[in-house]
């Protein structure tokens, strides 16, 4: 065997040791052009909180931190406060999250403890499935279908047992509360379900075998030894849940009323910081007006940055490095 | 069997029913919506729907011509934009991903997949429409590209992730370089992924509504001009279906039918793409 044929790949005037290590110039360029797409993502984050703040200047400036608790919101005054959909936001997010956690960690453990074989590719397609249909649809659906069943055949019951407690007194609006949260609830179940399922795939076959090894029964396996070790990762996924929640838009927007009021009852019409930009951006006459609607984005877009942050640290910690749900967007 | 033991059995049947119970409640919001969506858009879809422009407020029929048309435009030059950018950066994330700078653009990535798209629309207004003083197509499909690239990088660096190192390795002895090692043979091999990673995100994009508010605006004419107001489907269900008339009522349940059959079918293109490519690995 003579000497192995390897003769300079790239340019001549690079020294032979970095040829042969592989350092090679259009690998640089290469890397650069790389790295230059990447900077775009912490370039847009950058640039949307700096636009946000600079637009919200004159509202912050203004009100301070009290433009969170007031709650006149009068544009013909000009006073902005955006108490009533701070409720909203959270009021609604919240009520979505009492629906949908049980129904969402229950499809996520139906998967991938008690489902047989066959049955898991098909549910797991339909709950993505859920996840594809747009916001507006979800709307329509709302306005057409689920206000009149709620009126029908939810509220008249809930009304004549539990009609004592504040939440459930006065006359149902059809737009409110109860139906934003709704419509929400059914809108986060298959983000949160995807996220937990894959959490749950995370966690080792050894920790099942050794419960059950011990006695356990098929619930306490998954009580005692799957959910503990996935806890993180499923309140990560809870809070993922959350930030959809918090942010999400024109369905809420066509179904929770739109009426700047905090009221307890459910059945009263609400409001939410994204539903508020959504119908008066446009009518922002005042650049006053225009900059409190800024602040309002600004405090959603901070809020759900720390929401998302806290969902994806906990995330990682139990499936750590994969992009978790980005396969259920 | 002992009491104590008979009890953990009835507790464990129990809260498997409870689990499948929910689980089936889960699947059949789903079925309702879809069943809803396909009984009143179906009745509400004839040959005009899709041929003709919308008729003013008041008078029946009319189509949505122009929204389909404009959804086609905006998701078109939404792609152009935010797929380069999208699949440039993940593919860094996958290849050089390694060190702190990789980490915090993975996390970046994740943060901005889940803000508002209400907020990106109204930045989107800020950039564009404001300074331009007209809304615009252009302002939209910017604003939905913005939307899209953190979720494209993040699929990517996924899907080129899978690509097995020894291929890398291969190339690499054959005395490729590294750029060439990364496109022809690491991006060539996990394209089927990608092109699904594009196909999602498209899917998603698509049926959009918020960031458009304040961006593309919507428009009730036919128009094909990215520097002018343009109609889309999504923005069409928004003005119908929360109007007061019987008609619009019904072109908004045939629009959304026919929204939700495009995003459907792209979602499944982007299944079947991955099928052919990873038969059973995925």
Request: glycine letters at 10%; proline letters at 5%; one cysteine or more.
């Amino acid at each position: 065997m003579t000497t192995l044929p390897i003769e300079p790949v790239s340019r001549p005037s690079q020294p032979r040791w970095q040829v042969l290590l592989g350092v090679d110039r259009s690998d640089r360029i290469y890397r650069q052009i790389l790295t230059l797409f990447a900077l775009a993502l912490p370039a847009l984050m950058l640039v949307l909180l700096g636009v946000l703040f600079v637009s919200a200047l004159p509202a912050l400036k203004r009100y301070g931190p009290s433009f969170l608790w007031t709650s006149t919101w009068d544009p013909v005054k000009d006073v902005y406060g955006a108490a009533p959909m701070v409720f909203g936001t959270l009021a609604s997010s919240f009520l979505a999250l009492l629906l949908a956690v049980p129904l969402a960690l229950s499809v996520a453990i139906f998967l991938t403890e008690f489902s047989p074989r066959w049955l898991r590719q098909p549910v797991a397609f339909l709950v993505e499935l859920l996840a594809a249909i747009p916001s507006v649809v979800y709307g329509v659906w709302g306005i057409f279908v689920l206000i009149p069943f709620l009126r029908s055949s939810v509220v008249p019951p809930l009304k004549s047992v539990l009609g004592w407690l504040p939440l459930f007194k006065g006359v149902f609006y059809g737009n409110s509360l109860l139906a934003g949260g709704i419509i929400l609830a059914i809108m986060i179940v298959p983000y949160i379900a995807a996220v937990s399922r894959e959490v749950l795939l995370a966690v080792p076959v050894s920790q099942r075998e050794a419960a059950l090894a011990m006695g356990a029964t098929r619930w306490e396996a998954v009580r005692s030894a799957v959910l503990p070790y996935g806890r993180a990762g499923l309140i990560g996924a809870i809070i993922l849940g959350l930030g959809r929640a918090l942010g999400e838009t024109m369905a809420v927007t066509m179904l929770i009323g739109n009426r700047h009021d905090i009221g307890v009852s459910l059945f009263a019409p609400a409001y939410t910081m994204a539903a508020a930009i959504a119908n008066e951006f446009s009518e922002a006459t005042t650049s006053l007006y225009l900059s409190a609607l800024f602040e309002v984005g600004l405090i959603l877009f901070v809020v759900t940055v720390v929401v998302n942050a806290i969902a994806r640290w906990l995330i990682w910690r139990v499936a750590r490095g994969t992009a978790v749900g980005s396969r259920a967007l | 069997m002992s009491a104590r033991a008979f009890r953990r059995h009835l507790v464990s049947r129990l809260m498997t029913g409870v689990v499948v119970l929910f689980s089936f409640v889960a699947v059949l919001a789903l079925v309702l919506i879809l069943g809803n969506l396909l009984l009143k858009g179906a009745t509400s879809i004839n040959w005009d729907f899709f041929t003709k422009n919308p008729v003013p407020a008041g008078q029946t029929g009319g189509g949505v011509a122009n929204a389909i048309v404009g959804t086609g435009i905006i998701v078109a030059l939404a792609a152009l934009i935010g797929v380069p950018i999208g699949v440039g950066a993940g593919m860094y994330l996958a290849e050089y991903g390694g060190g702190r700078f990789g980490f915090l653009v993975r996390f970046v990535a994740d943060v901005l997949n889940g803000t508002p798209s209400i907020v990106i629309g109204i930045v989107g207004w800020t950039f564009i429409v404001r300074p331009t003083g007209h809304f615009s197509a252009l302002a939209g499909s910017v604003s939905l590209a913005i939307l899209m690239i953190p979720m494209l990088a993040r699929t990517t660096e996924e899907m080129v992730r899978l690509v097995p190192n020894s291929l890398r390795e291969a190339a690499l002895a054959l005395g490729y370089a590294r750029w060439r090692t990364s496109l022809k043979v690491v991006a060539r091999t996990a394209l089927g992924g990608i092109v699904t990673g594009c196909l999602v995100g498209i899917a998603r994009i698509a049926g959009e509504t918020a960031p458009l508010l304040f961006t593309a605006l919507g428009n009730l004419n036919f128009s094909l001009s990215v520097n002018h107001p343009m109609q889309t489907l999504s923005l069409q269900i928004y003005v119908y279906g929360t109007g007061p008339f019987e008609e619009w009522h019904r072109l908004a349940w045939a629009s959304a039918l026919v929204l939700m059959g495009l995003v459907l079918i792209i979602s499944l293109a982007a299944r079947w793409v991955t099928r052919q490519r990873y038969g059973s690995i995925r």
